[in-house]
């Protein structure tokens, strides 16, 4: 059995602006293993934004395959896109996107409520995830009350709540200052160490992708370079159950 929970081969997608075709990206292929945090780099329009959208299913693709936890997404029907991802993905962001009217536990557990789970299983859940992000004493603050770094963790919690087979995180430290920065990738780290979590980020900031395993770089929509970090690693077994 592969332990790749990612396999992404030759994948071209092209804009159309009605002006001119903007080919984001030129034939790529990645593969990612199971357990393992990588980070894409690059200048700003190389395309990282655009992979990590089409890996997991945000957009479609021109051509190539991607294969995502054994599922060819892209055979998917746009529901069943939708419902894939929302049962097997978790999506952190630059901007939290938490709902102001709501606590930080209510915020978490709105995926689970949307998606059919009964009240208790999804505040339990929610308040499972907010203990991995050790944020569980906050639960009852709405996002006005909680600081950058504490909103992010409360958006990591949410990204973690659906137990994923893979975590997407898309500059998720570019709203925070440096100090929470780190504090958010020391957590993502300790999450991938702990719990064998696949994380797969984007970022600008070189510091940022060093708490990744690997670090693949791009320019002009394709794949240029990769490197092992000092955290790489052998490959992990599946990661254990959340109890």
Excluded at 10 to 27: I, N
Excluded at 129 to 144: C, G, K, Q
Excluded at 188 to 208: C, G, I, P, W, Y
């Amino acid at each position: 059995m592969t332990n790749l929970i990612i396999e992404a081969t030759d994948v071209v997608k092209t804009y159309d602006t009605g002006y001119s075709k903007v080919r984001a990206l030129r034939g790529v292929s990645l593969s990612v293993e199971r357990g393992e945090m990588v980070a894409i780099m690059g200048p700003s329009g190389c395309g990282k934004t655009t992979l990590l959208n089409c890996l997991s299913g945000l957009d479609d693709i021109d051509s190539g395959r991607v294969i995502v936890d054994g599922t060819d997404i892209n055979r998917l029907s746009d529901n069943a896109k939708t419902e894939y991802r929302a049962r097997n993905m978790g999506f952190v962001f630059q901007v939290y996107d938490l709902l102001p009217i709501l606590s930080a536990v209510e915020n978490v557990e709105l995926p689970l409520l949307v998606s059919g789970t009964a009240a208790k299983g999804a505040r339990e859940a929610a308040m499972r995830a907010l203990d991995f992000v050790h944020l569980a004493d906050r639960a009852s603050h709405r996002p006005a009350e909680l600081s950058g770094g504490e909103r992010q963790r409360a958006a990591v919690a949410r990204s973690l709540v659906n137990d994923p087979a893979i975590v997407w995180a898309d500059e998720p430290t570019g709203a925070l200052d440096s100090t929470n920065a780190e504090q958010i990738m020391n957590l993502l780290r300790e999450l991938n160490e702990t719990t064998s979590q696949t994380f797969v980020l984007v970022t600008h900031d070189a510091k940022m992708a060093a708490y990744a395993q690997r670090i693949v770089h791009m320019v002009d929509g394709l794949i240029v370079d990769e490197k092992r970090t000092d955290r790489a690693k052998q490959p992990t077994s599946p990661a254990p159950e959340r109890t």
